[in-house]
């Protein structure tokens, strides 16, 4: 069975770095592009951007370039996103899904809800 | 980037009863590279449809999808009391992909 396993919610202070995981099982890890979709508060889907674990080939919609950092250490089977500096606009579910042989989803993680406040 | 418009917003229907669900493109959508989720509260979205009209593996066959160009239709056709949530239909024929902002259907 695929699962992706998403990391906890987190509670930070706005400034603050962070970096949540994804940890993929029941398939070939590196064989697949992982993305990561945001999910504001009452909002729409939004495509961040999604990471080929076997090379790191890494593409990001444009308005999360620099915002954030995809990483992957296929070793262990993890896919990560991270900020350096968080905002409370980032205040947000995350989820983790991958990717088919097209860029739509088959499986997702359960989410990580990041909330920044003062 | 392409603009994906749901409608209705909300369609309050009954178990048993069809539902039809749209999502309109501001412009066309390569290929048919479309695909329809379905979020319950508190879940992550599922994969129902892809390719406008390939049901994923697992999902009923009273979900169906259809469509090309810029207007494309997810029909359910016999409301099952678990069908009822949030439905948002995906484009993936241009970078950046993008999400309609989804349409609610809720127990009448």
């Known amino acids: 069975e695929v699962q992706l396993v998403q990391s906890g919610a987190e509670v930070k202070k706005p400034g603050e770095s962070l970096k949540i995981s994804c940890k993929g099982s029941g398939y070939s890890f590196t064989s697949y592009w992982i993305g990561w979709v945001r999910q504001m508060p009452g909002k729409r889907l939004e495509w961040m951007g999604v990471i080929y674990p076997d090379d790191s080939d890494t593409r990001y919609m444009p308005s999360f370039q620099g915002q954030v950092i995809i990483s992957a250490d296929k070793s262990i089977s993890t896919a990560y996103l991270q900020w350096s500096s968080l905002e409370a606009s980032d205040t947000a579910m995350y989820y983790c899904?991958?990717?088919?042989?097209?860029?739509?989803?088959?499986?997702w993680g359960q989410g990580t809800l990041v909330t920044v406040s003062s | 980037e392409i603009v994906l418009t749901q409608s209705p917003g909300t369609l309050s229907l009954s178990p048993g009863e069809r539902a039809t669900l749209s999502c309109r493109a501001s412009q066309s959508v390569r290929s048919s590279y479309l695909a329809w989720y379905q979020q319950k509260p508190g879940q992550a979205p599922r994969l129902l449809i892809y390719?406008?009209?390939s049901r994923a593996t697992g999902i009923p066959d009273r979900f169906s999808g259809s469509g090309s160009g810029t207007d494309f239709t997810l029909t359910i056709s016999r409301l099952d009391p678990e069908d009822f949530a949030v439905f948002y239909c995906?484009?993936?024929?241009?970078?950046?992909?993008?999400f309609g902002q989804g349409t609610k259907v809720e127990i009448k």
């Open positions: 899904a991958r990717q088919r042989d097209k860029p739509y989803f088959d499986s």
């Open positions: 995906q484009q993936y024929g241009s970078s950046p992909w993008t």
């Open positions: 390719g406008a009209s």
